[in-house]
Nanobody, 117 residues
Framework: QVQLAESGGGLVQAGDSLRLSCVAS????????MGWYRQAPGKQRELVAK???????NYSDSVKGRFTISRDSAKNTVYLQMNSLKPEDTGVYSC???????????WGQGTQVTVSS
């Protein structure tokens, strides 16, 4: 059972930066495809960024060039560096671990990011 704990959210102004962290326990993140998702008020949850086991990174078009996903295997932690934040980046950001070889998906509780204009 993998447990994920996000942190780093907060209230910032447009143009600011934030770094979100997702600490994993009970599993090794390099064995999973790790993703960051967000859910804005009244909208469905959407994929923001993903780093797969081999290290390839994928981003949604809305954050490409502004956000960077990375992982630190020594700390078993995945990060989301968010730069040039916009009000439309507001939402609850959740960390996700997908273990396709075992058919399991794990989610964290989420952290709130609010960007004011």
């Amino acid at each position: 059972q993998v447990q994920l704990a996000e942190s780093g959210g907060g209230l910032v102004q447009a143009g600011d930066s934030l770094r979100l962290s997702c600490v994993a326990s009970g599993g090794i993140i390099s064995l999973y495809d790790m993703g960051w998702y967000r859910q804005a008020p009244g909208k469905q949850r959407e994929l923001v960024a993903k780093i797969i086991r081999g290290g390839t990174r994928n981003y949604s078009d809305s954050v490409k060039g502004r956000f960077t996903i990375s992982r630190d295997s020594a700390k078993n932690t995945v990060y989301l560096q968010m730069n040039s934040l916009k009000p439309e980046d507001t939402g609850v950001y959740s960390c996700n671990a997908e273990g396709s070889w075992i058919g399991r998906v794990y989610w964290g509780q989420g952290t709130q990011v609010t960007v004011s204009s």
